[in-house]
């Protein structure tokens, strides 16, 4: 035969096309090449033949590898869903503007401006009284009336004896002008009329005693004696008044705040607030009227006193009120609501809302709190910034929240006077 008949070279590539692969290298004996792509095929041995992988299988093949793309693709979805914190509701505040004072807050107690203990000054027997126990009087009130009896008698006594020297001394001055008596006589009618005319007065001011009256507008307190008691000037107060308006307001600087006190001593701001336990009066404002020279050794304050005006009597001697000595204003301080404030190990700081509802981590340095429930703050954050108010647990800087406004925020001045001890 012919194959047989071929040289093992001829033979070797004969075989060498023979080979069935995805792609076939077909040499030819000049040393020239040529690559043809076929579909892979299934050579079975033995002379059997060739099988094809049907087109529904390889359809099933690539929906199944699908599914498992996007399953996988789901997963990874959710996962990084899962990983990402949720929106956060909040509520914000702007930073405000304003001018607030610059204030110490005290306790103290109030003390009448005016105390007079009311006496006789002439001795006799209480005839009347003019007044209720409790009730207000003004000056020149009448009070108690003493028996005038004895003090008229002695009144018209020393009136007659002035009348009588008074014509004995001009009917001397004719005699010395004729010159018909010494001068002697003459001084000695002088000093006569004068003399009785100084105990005609004296005899009206005792008569006048006889008629106690108020010395001070104020409020009169619980009487000591009755109508029918016999006092004098060794007799003690009969009753006692007190001037309630305005009042004295008694409070104390401990010294560690002497130097800042000291500072604005003096100043056009210095004012003093005084406040009733209850917050149930307006607070009144007064001004500074004495500071102590020196410390109170065994307390270590400084006494202060102030005068309260009082037209509607709401404050009474001796009451503990609460005091704001404000030393001084300043202005245009930045206020944020006092729980925008958090602290951390590194110091204040408050979360300040981003246009895109994203929040940023601002360290701040707080001032003095003021009425409202709001704080100062010295720096970290600018007029209209928002912060965020409540709902800080667990956010971090970047985080997205669902901002919704503050409505707890007030102007300062609204309220009581807020618990801070002194001035930073």
Same mark, same amino acid.
């Given at each position: 035969?012919?194959?047989?008949?071929?040289?093992?070279?001829?033979? *070797?590539?004969?075989?060498?096309?023979?080979?069935?692969?995805?792609?076939?290298?077909?040499?030819?004996?000049?040393?020239?090449?040529? =690559?043809?792509?076929?579909? *892979?095929?299934?050579?079975?041995?033995?002379?059997?033949?060739?099988?094809?992988?049907?087109?529904?299988?390889?359809?099933?093949?690539?929906?199944?590898?699908?599914?498992?793309?996007? *399953?996988?693709?789901?997963?990874?979805?959710?996962?990084?869903?899962?990983?990402?914190?949720?929106?956060?509701?909040?509520?914000?505040?702007?930073?405000?503007?304003?001018?607030?004072?610059?204030?110490?807050?005290?306790?103290?107690?109030?003390?009448?401006?005016?105390?007079?203990?009311?006496?006789?000054?002439?001795?006799?027997?209480?005839?009347?009284?003019?007044?209720?126990?409790?009730?207000?009087?003004?000056?020149?009130?009448?009070?108690?009336?003493?028996?005038?009896?004895?003090?008229?008698?002695?009144?018209?006594?020393?009136?007659?004896?002035?009348?009588?020297?008074?014509?004995?001394?001009?009917?001397?001055?004719?005699?010395?002008?004729?010159?018909?008596?010494?001068?002697?006589?003459?001084?000695?009618?002088?000093?006569?009329?004068?003399?009785?005319?100084?105990?005609? =007065?004296?005899?009206?001011?005792?008569?006048?005693?006889? /008629?106690?009256?108020?010395?001070?507008?104020?409020? #009169?307190?619980?009487?000591?004696?009755?109508?029918?008691?016999?006092?004098?000037?060794?007799?003690?107060?009969?009753?006692?008044?007190?001037?309630?308006?305005?009042?004295?307001?008694?409070?104390?600087?401990?010294?560690?705040?002497?130097?800042?006190? *000291?500072?604005?001593?003096?100043?056009?701001?210095?004012?003093?607030?005084?406040?009733?336990?209850?917050?149930?009066?307006?607070?009144?404002?007064?001004?500074?009227? /004495?500071?102590?020279?020196?410390?109170?050794?065994?307390?270590?304050?400084?006494?202060?006193?102030?005068?309260?005006?009082?037209?509607?009597?709401?404050?009474?001697?001796?009451? /503990?009120?609460?005091?704001?000595?404000?030393?001084?204003?300043?202005?245009?301080?930045?206020?944020?609501?006092?729980?925008?404030?958090?602290?951390?190990?590194?110091?204040?700081?408050?979360?300040?809302?981003?246009?895109?509802?994203?929040?940023?981590?601002?360290?701040?340095?707080?001032?003095?709190?003021?009425?409202?429930?709001?704080?100062?703050?010295?720096?970290?954050?600018?007029?209209?910034?928002?912060? #965020?108010?409540?709902?800080?647990?667990?956010?971090?800087?970047?985080?997205?929240?669902?901002?919704?406004?503050?409505?707890?925020?007030?102007?300062?001045?609204?309220?009581?006077?807020?618990?801070?001890?002194?001035?930073?």
């Amino acid at each position: 035969m012919e194959t047989e008949s071929m040289p093992p070279h001829g033979a *070797r590539e004969l075989k060498r096309t023979e080979r069935i692969s995805m792609g076939v290298r077909i040499d030819s004996g000049n040393g020239a090449s040529t =690559e043809v792509q076929q579909p *892979r095929r299934v050579k079975t041995t033995g002379g059997k033949k060739q099988q094809r992988i049907p087109r529904w299988g390889i359809f099933l093949f690539v929906v199944l590898a699908a599914f498992a793309v996007a *399953r996988t693709l789901q997963r990874g979805v959710q996962t990084a869903k899962s990983t990402q914190p949720p929106i956060r509701p909040v509520l914000v505040a702007k930073v405000i503007s304003k001018d607030v004072p610059l204030y110490l807050d005290e306790i103290g107690t109030c003390a009448a401006y005016e105390t007079v203990l009311v006496q006789a000054q002439v001795s006799g027997k209480i005839m009347a009284r003019h007044f209720q126990d409790g009730a207000d009087v003004k000056k020149g009130d009448l009070l108690f009336t003493i028996d005038p009896a004895p003090y008229q008698a002695a009144l018209d006594q020393a009136k007659a004896q002035a009348a009588l020297d008074q014509v004995t001394l001009k009917r001397q001055a004719d005699l010395r002008a004729r010159n018909v008596i010494a001068p002697q006589d003459y001084d000695i009618a002088v000093a006569n009329a004068q003399k009785s005319q100084a105990a005609a =007065e004296a005899a009206q001011v005792n008569f006048d005693y006889c /008629f106690i009256k108020s010395p001070i507008n104020g409020r #009169i307190g619980l009487r000591n004696v009755d109508i029918g008691n016999l006092v004098g000037p060794s007799t003690g107060s009969l009753v006692t008044i007190q001037g309630l308006d305005p009042i004295y307001t008694d409070f104390t600087v401990a010294e560690t705040d002497l130097a800042l006190v *000291r500072k604005y001593l003096g100043g056009p701001n210095l004012k003093v607030q005084t406040w009733s336990p209850d917050a149930k009066i307006a607070p009144r404002t007064g001004d500074l009227y /004495f500071i102590d020279t020196a410390v109170q050794p065994g307390s270590g304050t400084v006494k202060a006193r102030a005068v309260t005006p009082n037209p509607d009597r709401g404050l009474w001697p001796s009451e /503990f009120v609460r005091v704001r000595f404000i030393l001084d204003t300043i202005k245009d301080a930045r206020l944020v609501p006092s729980q925008a404030v958090q602290i951390s190990q590194a110091g204040p700081f408050v979360f300040v809302l981003k246009p895109d509802n994203t929040v940023d981590l601002r360290p701040v340095k707080p001032g003095q709190r003021q009425d409202g429930d709001l704080t100062v703050v010295e720096s970290g954050v600018e007029p209209d910034e928002t912060v #965020i108010v409540t709902g800080q647990l667990a956010l971090a800087p970047g985080n997205k929240v669902d901002p919704k406004p503050y409505s707890g925020a007030q102007t300062a001045n609204d309220g009581s006077p807020a618990a801070s001890k002194s001035a930073p």
